[in-house]
Nanobody, 119 residues
Framework: QVQLVESGGGLVQAGGSLRLSCAAS????????MAWYRQCPGKQRELVAH???????NYPDSVKGRFTISRDNAQSTVYLQMNSLKPEDTATYYC?????????????WGQGTQVTVSS
């Protein structure tokens, strides 16, 4: 019943910006922690941002200072603002219901949206 629908992916030049959106349904969004993950071919899916129900955020060093996760509870939507993009950010990006910022505890995944950063 839980459904996550991502949008906003695309092609961008290095140094550019992109904003991803994830619309959630089938959850009580205001009490649901959310996250963004990404996956490159041949690599494991990795956490890029996490936001708790109270708005607390967490980022790995690889994106800290460049990416910002936010949420709009009125719209049941989580966002990922990506600035200063690098070619190594190229990946499929997935929205997730994630209580603890641990992939083992993810309860639902979006379908993914492709982000390609050209050099």
């Amino acid at each position: 019943q839980v459904q996550l629908v991502e949008s906003g992916g695309g092609l961008v030049q290095a140094g550019g910006s992109l904003r991803l959106s994830c619309a959630a349904s089938g959850v009580i969004f205001s009490i649901t922690a959310m996250a963004w993950y990404r996956q490159c071919p041949g690599k494991q899916r990795e956490l890029v941002a996490h936001i708790g129900s109270g708005g607390r955020t967490n980022y790995p060093d690889s994106v800290k200072g460049r990416f910002t996760i936010s949420r709009d509870n009125a719209q049941s939507t989580v966002y990922l603002q990506m600035n200063s993009l690098k070619p190594e950010d190229t990946a499929t990006y997935y929205c997730a219901v994630d209580p603890h910022g641990l992939i083992q505890r993810v309860g639902a995944w979006g379908q993914g949206t492709q982000v390609t950063v050209s050099s």
